[in-house]
């Protein structure tokens, strides 16, 4: 893996963390609820009296980003170089074990290490060793698929 310094920018990564962190201080200091995308959306599903109004605004705020930042610069250009029947496996793989981990990265890495929980800390620890493991057998056993 090599890193292509021309176009290596900290800066827009620092912006979007903390921009990440920002949201979710503000969610639960103005609604007492963490910012986990999956019980986000997950309570959509469910819906209960009181609940949805807050959990849409998010979403659509995170649906829009994208839209809005069209009219400050340039979307970067996107390359998926994965099949669609892989892209479906893996989301599915990714939901399972979202709903077995009681929450998904955003809710275990960002909410749940911030307010010191050891169930996101072995969640979160797990979820990066997954992710090493498998980068090592995609590329290193199965060549690079």
Avoid: Q
Wanted: glycine share 14%; net charge positive.
């Amino acid at each position: 893996m090599t890193i292509d310094w021309t176009h290596f920018t900290p800066m827009t990564a620092l912006t979007g963390g903390i921009m990440i962190g920002l949201a979710a201080v503000i969610l639960i200091l103005v609604n007492g609820r963490i910012a986990g995308i999956s019980g986000i959306l997950g309570g959509l599903l469910t819906p209960s009296k009181g609940e949805n109004a807050w959990r849409v605004a998010f979403l659509l705020g995170m649906v829009s980003a994208p839209l809005i930042w069209v009219v400050v610069a340039a979307l970067p250009a996107i390359e998926i170089d994965a099949s669609t029947p892989l892209l479906v496996i893996a989301g599915l793989l990714v939901g399972f074990g979202t709903r077995m981990g009681s929450g998904c990265t955003s809710g275990h890495g960002v909410c749940g290490l911030s307010r010191l929980s050891p169930r996101s800390l072995v969640a979160t620890t797990l979820f990066m060793a997954m992710g090493f493991v498998t980068v090592y057998i995609v590329r290193h056993v199965l060549g690079g698929v």
